[in-house]
């Protein structure tokens, strides 16, 4: 393994690591990957990351891909599919909130004319530094996350708390987060 000084919650392997060197923090402007992201993130909510990541290609292909326009879709048939599914997280309530999300998605492409200028509009369209020191000086939320979240469930996404909107962001390159001493932090 080399050498490189990395953000210490990515170090429990190379599923993390090349997660965090290659995707976390980049700035996204591209819906269909926004919509993966916010999808995924919704089923992390009450698990880890490292959970859903692993899972993460089982997921693409459950859920078409993330294909909003699909997902949007699925119907009760479809959704007793993915209940049984060993390969992604079998809650029913957030089997279902993804395809109430991928409607609301769509309703926020055609109000705002993409996902990306509706969300970006929060930060003014380009990545907030919060230039933490360590791992410990990251927040779990912020008045950014706040009103995203509340935004989102007044437009009827589910899943959406300030916590899950913040690890959105996070991954999304919406926020920098890589501490001060992350090789990858000069690079986002």
Excluded at 16 to 22: A, F, P, S, V
């Amino acid at each position: 393994m080399e050498n490189k000084i990395r953000c210490s919650w990515c170090e429990k392997d190379d599923l993390y690591r090349n997660y965090h060197d290659k995707e976390w923090g980049k700035p996204i402007y591209d819906d269909q990957i926004l919509f993966e992201f916010l999808i995924l993130e919704t089923f992390q909510a009450g698990l880890s990351w490292y959970t859903v990541l692993a899972k993460r290609d089982n997921f693409r292909k459950a859920f078409a891909y993330f294909n909003y326009k699909i997902m949007a879709e699925f119907n009760e048939d479809k959704i007793q599919e993915l209940l049984l599914d060993v390969g992604i997280i079998r809650n029913q309530l957030k089997i279902r909130a993804a395809v109430s999300n991928a409607i609301a998605f769509m309703k926020v492409q055609k109000e705002f004319g993409s996902f990306s200028k509706y969300i970006w509009n929060f930060t003014n369209g380009k990545p907030i530094d919060n230039n933490p020191k360590t791992i410990k000086h990251i927040p779990a939320s912020t008045p950014q996350s706040d009103a995203i979240s509340k935004d989102l469930k007044k437009r009827g996404f589910k899943f959406v708390g300030t916590t899950v909107v913040y690890a959105h962001m996070q991954a999304t390159g919406m926020v920098n987060d890589h501490v001060e001493d992350c090789w990858t932090r000069k690079f986002q």
